[in-house]
């Protein structure tokens, strides 16, 4: 079963949790709303709500619910903090999961075809690598264009310094659909790499 999070349900998490538990599912899914699509700004819960699912979702997994993350790769550094496994990235398959949490999957092991044969990185990533129709699948996963997607050493700002950004990479759908720049820093994450309390770039004068 899967979940989107937004403003309209994100103080509800409980009565959630309780109807969806009531279904008996196999596995539970929570996305956190991203605003592409047909889904807008004001949607979208605020980083510090976030932060209090990804606790409250903990929570669940260690109650035995098996709840898991999905497009929300923040939740592999707060689970890391906490002392939870870290999973493993492999240049070759991708970011691996661990403890319901795994980074960006945008062109890192994933791929999204869509019904007309259009491949994207990911289905809420409006960048266009190919058609199934004209090229085959692990070309398009392969090209230059994806490849660069999930090339963790393009990643600016404080994703590109965080240590977590092997297997976290922030949301690249989320920063493209706010600034156009797939490779940008996510604002909608609050950690604060080590490196910025150490780096003069950092500093507030």
């Not at 899967?2 to 959630?16: Q, Y």
């Not at 398959?93 to 999204?112: D, E, H, I």
Request: hydrophobic share 35%; with cysteine; glycine share 8%.
């Amino acid at each position: 079963m899967n979940s989107t999070i937004s403003r309209f349900n994100i103080d509800h998490l409980e009565e959630l949790k309780d109807t969806v538990m009531s279904m008996n599912p196999d596995t539970w899914d929570v996305f956190v709303l991203i605003p592409t699509g047909r889904a807008t700004k004001n949607m979208e819960i605020l980083p510090i709500q976030n932060e209090m699912l990804m606790l409250k979702v903990r929570e669940w997994r260690k109650k035995g619910i098996n709840v898991r993350m999905t497009c929300n790769p923040y939740f592999v550094r707060f689970s890391a903090i906490r002392g939870d496994p870290v999973p493993k990235y492999d240049p070759e398959k991708g970011r691996g999961s661990s403890g319901g949490a795994r980074g960006c999957m945008a062109s890192n092991g994933f791929l999204f075809v869509a019904y007309n044969g259009d491949v994207y990185p990911c289905g809420f990533l409006p960048i266009k690598l190919g058609n199934v129709r004209e090229r085959p699948v692990d070309e398009i996963y392969n090209s230059p264009l994806s490849r660069s997607i999930s090339d963790p050493s393009l990643l600016k700002g404080k994703c590109g310094v965080c240590e977590y950004k092997l297997v976290c990479g922030g949301c690249r759908a989320r920063v493209y659909s706010k600034t156009q720049d797939v490779h940008g820093e996510d604002e909608f994450c609050l950690y604060h790499p080590s490196v910025m309390y150490h780096d003069k770039r950092f500093q507030i004068a």
